[in-house]
C-alpha cells in the first residue's frame, strides 16, 4: 500500500523569521504525533539563513546587507550560511522517527537517502544532478543545492534549498567566504562555486516547475504520495 505524506506549501515570503519558526514547529508536531510525515515547499525574500553555531560577524557582510535589503536569520539545524531570494526554493521533509525509509541515528545516511527524490527531479528537468557528501547536490563540481537536518524531537528531518533562479551576483556580495575554502576549490569567487537550474539549463525555469519535479521525484524515490 502506498503511504501518503502530508504536501504543506505554506510560506510568508517577506518574513523569514516566520518561515524559519514554522520550519521548527513541523517537525516537533511530526515527531509528537500530532502532525502526520510532512514535505513542506517555501520561499523567502532576500535572505541569509545561518547555521546555529556560525557567527553572523564572520559570515555576512553587513553593508552588502543593508545596500540589498537582505535580512539575516538563524535555523535551528547546523551547516554552513546559505542566501535565499525569489529565485531560490525550499524544501523540508518530516519523518517520524522510526520510518523504514532512513535510519534515524545517522545525519550522513539521512542527507544521501532525503537528496535522492530532489535529485530524481532536477534530473527529470535535464539538470546533471549528484549527490555530493556531505550534504550538497552538485552539478559538474558546482553547487546547486545544499542541504541540513537533525535527529531530535522523536523526527528525521532534512531540508535544503535549491538554487534556481537566484541573483548570484548579490549572493557573492551578502556573504562572505573564507580564503582558505575557496583556495581549497582554486576557485576566485562565490559565483564560480555555484550554479543555477536556470544556468544549467539555459532557459527560463520557475521555482513552480522545480517544486512539481521534485514532488514526483519523492513519489518516484521513496513509493509515496504526497
Given amino acids: 500500500m502506498t503511504e501518503i505524506w502530508r504536501l504543506l506549501d505554506t510560506e510568508y515570503r517577506d518574513d523569514p523569521f ?3 519558526s514554522l520550519e521548527e514547529a513541523i517537525p516537533r508536531t511530526v515527531g509528537e504525533g500530532t502532525a502526520p ?3 513542506r515547499f517555501w520561499h523567502n525574500s532576500n535572505t541569509i539563513v545561518l547555521g546555529c553555531f556560525q557567527s553572523a560577524d564572520l559570515e555576512v557582510n553587513y553593508n552588502a546587507c543593508k545596500e540589498t535589503g537582505t535580512q539575516v536569520v538563524r ?3 547546523g551547516g554552513g550560511a546559505v542566501y535565499h531570494d525569489a529565485g531560490n526554493l525550499n524544501y523540508a521533509i518530516s519523518l517520524k522517527k522510526g520510518h523504514p525509509l532512513v535510519p534515524d541515528n545517522d545525519l ?5 537517502r532525503l537528496s535522492e527524490g530532489t535529485v530524481d527531479g532536477l534530473r527529470s528537468l535535464g539538470v ?13 563540481g558546482k553547487k546547486v543545492s545544499g542541504a541540513a537536518g537533525s535527529l531530535r524531537w522523536g523526527t528525521i528531518f532534512h531540508h535544503g534549498c535549491i538554487l534556481v533562479a537566484s541573483d548570484l551576483a548579490i549572493l557573492g556580495r551578502v556573504l562572505n567566504v573564507p580564503p582558505v575554502k575557496l583556495a581549497d576549490r582554486h576557485v576566485a569567487s562565490v559565483q564560480k562555486r555555484v550554479t543555477t537550474v536556470r544556468d544549467e539549463l539555459q532557459k527560463d525555469v520557475t521555482t513552480r516547475d522545480v517544486r512539481d519535479a521534485i514532488v514526483r521525484g519523492i513519489e518516484h524515490s521513496y513509493n509515496v504520495r504526497l
Fill in 37 to 39: 510525515n510532512t514535505v
Fill in 108 to 112: 550522513q545516511l539521512v542527507f544521501q
Fill in 18 to 20: 516566520m518561515n524559519m
Fill in 128 to 140: 546533471h544532478a549528484e549527490f555530493q557528501p556531505i550534504n550538497d547536490i552538485q552539478v559538474d
Fill in 75 to 77: 535555523r535551528f539545524t
